[in-house]
């Protein structure tokens, strides 16, 4: 939720949660499946209907999972599917036991885990954790004026008079007690009731972490995770992970909350993970995240890499002006930081994210961003449609709370027909107009063409499954990084060495590689026409314009 990263993103680096980790119990390692794993998120309005309704269904995301095997992702990411009123696309969340009708069934779901599950795909769901809809059963409850179980399951403030709380949406008026509550986001997202890290004595309302009320919310979403844990979920990405417990400057509470957590998977579930909307993987990851995702709007480093950031061009940007150093000065201390306890989560983009990976960009060019995204560490995460370049159309359109992120989430392009194979009902009556431009990318088209983004997708990906170096936990080293030199780095481990080798400018460039890197011998992996020049003390390395090289290089 863009709101909430920007108020929670204040703590990121404050010191106080560094003793937690020496004090807690030790964590087990993250399963192991995540070491290759490449994630594939699914808006599920949009990517597949399979009932000709005009919205997108698990039944749908089913019917595609051999497309998705085929890509070579291992896991899904599946944005929120339960009941709601979807006022925020289904981050208004009113029931977490159930799958939400317009997509299928519970049982829809499980048959979902199953096929995936056969196919070697793990399936995530979303974990709206922070809030609930405010035609939720329990806020219901909630607001009225006679005590019952769910009174203080929600943020109430002392009476309708107490209109302020700092760095919080309070909505006034609307309940049958004399109260007005804390809101997440919309004023359709009540705030559950976490607690207070440190309460205001002034304010009696705000209670401790451990007063029943936030004791019991924390027992009901242990609930709702082993609810869907045993029908097969293999883990939940969380939203808005940094800002459970209010007035947690230092970030110290809501850790230690997550924390209590992890240790409960890890002697109950031990194979299920979760990744964080949180952007501080030197917290999130430590605290108890296996992974956390980097995300633009709090890294203007990883927000300059594939999109423009303040009016500066992108780093993957023709024009070459802005240099790869500027991410791996944000980079590296993070990697450094997180090595050996989890993963940062990097992404092509997500439903919140505008203009989309394909806008301004051919082939070419997203062929050697896809390159840079899939030789990473950590875990990639690819946005759907991004492995085809679908672009953002310029919709002005308002969808279910989406405004300006509404764009981002059009139906998945399938085909050259009308309605790109998304539906068979008319356009018209899809979820959202498809990109009306007559060149819109699709899957039937690049399926056939050697040279497309969705065939050097699969590409990469099998090279990232078939060689360790460049797996999740494989080591990082930069060795070229500043304008006019190609964007080089190393990736190793005990058995290999890769060297990748990327130029998303206009011109060819060329770089000296540092003294120990010697290329005579080296196997070519992937890639375009490049030229190594081994020379005595230092050898050079040449790409032409907007090029790519993968080299396994002699041991």
């Given amino acids: 939720m863009i709101a909430a990263v920007a108020r929670f993103a204040r703590a990121a680096l404050l010191p106080g949660l560094l003793g937690i980790a020496a004090s807690a119990a030790e964590l087990r390692p993250p399963p192991a499946w995540l070491e290759q794993a490449v994630f594939y998120q699914i808006y599920p309005q949009t990517y ?9 269904d698990l039944r749908g995301i089913i019917q595609k999972l051999p497309y998705l095997h085929d890509l070579g992702v291992t896991g899904i990411w599946l944005n929120p599917c339960f009941v709601s ?6 981050y208004d969340v009113a029931d977490f036991y159930r799958v939400a009708p317009r997509y299928g069934t519970n049982d829809d779901l499980h048959a979902l885990f199953a096929e995936a599950k056969r196919l070697g795909i793990h399936v995530m769901l979303d974990l709206v954790a922070a809030h609930t809809s405010d035609q939720h059963p329990w806020f219901r409850e909630s607001q009225r004026a006679a005590k019952n179980k769910y009174t ?8 309708v008079g107490q209109l302020f709380a700092p760095n919080q ?3 006034v008026g609307t309940a049958e007690r ?9 004023s359709c997202q009540p705030a559950l009731n976490y607690g207070y890290a440190k309460p205001d004595p002034t304010q009696p309302w705000q209670q401790r972490i451990d007063a029943p009320g936030p004791l019991a919310v924390r027992a009901e979403l242990k609930n709702i995770m082993r609810f869907w844990f045993d029908m097969g979920a293999s883990g939940f990405r969380v939203d808005m992970a940094g800002s459970l417990v209010k007035n947690d400057p230092d970030g110290t509470a809501t850790a230690a909350l997550w924390r209590e957590f992890r240790e409960w998977m890890d002697r109950e579930y031990p194979d299920k993970a979760m990744v964080s909307e949180w952007s501080e993987p030197h917290i999130a990851i430590p605290q108890g995240f296996h992974m956390d995702f980097l995300l633009q709007w709090t890294k203007p480093g990883y927000a300059s890499v594939i999109r423009e950031n303040g009016g500066q061009p992108a780093i993957f940007d023709r024009r070459g002006t802005t240099p790869f150093r500027k991410f791996l000065t944000e980079f590296e201390p993070l990697l450094a930081a997180t090595r050996g306890k989890g ?39 690819i ?25 981002a989430r059009t139906p998945m392009q399938w085909d050259a027909s009308p309605g790109a194979g998304f539906s068979t009902a008319a356009p018209e009556r899809f979820y959202l107009a498809i990109d009306p431009s007559p060149d819109r990318p699709n899957v039937a088209a690049q399926l056939t063409d050697a040279t497309s983004p969705l065939r050097a997708v699969q590409r990469f990906i099998a090279l990232r499954r078939a060689h360790p170096a460049l797996a999740a936990s494989g080591d990082f080293r930069a060795l070229l990084a500043d304008i006019g030199q190609p964007i080089v780095y190393l990736r190793a481990n005990a058995s290999e060495r890769v060297l990748v080798a990327l130029n998303p400018t206009d011109r060819a460039v060329t770089g000296e590689l540092p003294t120990e890197i010697d290329v005579r011998g080296a196997t070519v992996l992937d890639g375009e026409a490049h030229t190594l020049h081994p020379a005595g003390s230092r050898s050079r390395i040449e790409l032409p314009a907007v090029s790519y090289t993968i080299i396994r290089l002699a041991q």
């Fill in 343 to 381: 993963y940062m989560a990097l992404h092509t983009g997500n439903h919140d994210t505008t203009p989309r990976f394909g806008n301004g960009r051919d082939a070419r060019d997203l062929v050697v961003a896809h390159a840079f995204l899939l030789t990473m560490p950590g875990v990639p995460f």
């Fill in 383 to 407: 946005y759907y449609g991004d492995e085809i370049g679908m672009r953002s159309p310029p919709f002005t359109v308002n969808k279910e709370g989406g405004y300006e992120r509404t764009p």
């Fill in 178 to 186: 004399s109260a007005n509550y804390i809101a997440s986001f919309y």
């Fill in 85 to 90: 009123p979807f006022r925020d696309a289904g």
């Fill in 48 to 56: 597949a209907d399979s009932d000709g309704d005009g919205i997108g």
């Fill in 169 to 171: 949406q309070v909505v």
């Fill in 152 to 159: 203080d399951w929600y943020i109430w403030t002392a009476g």
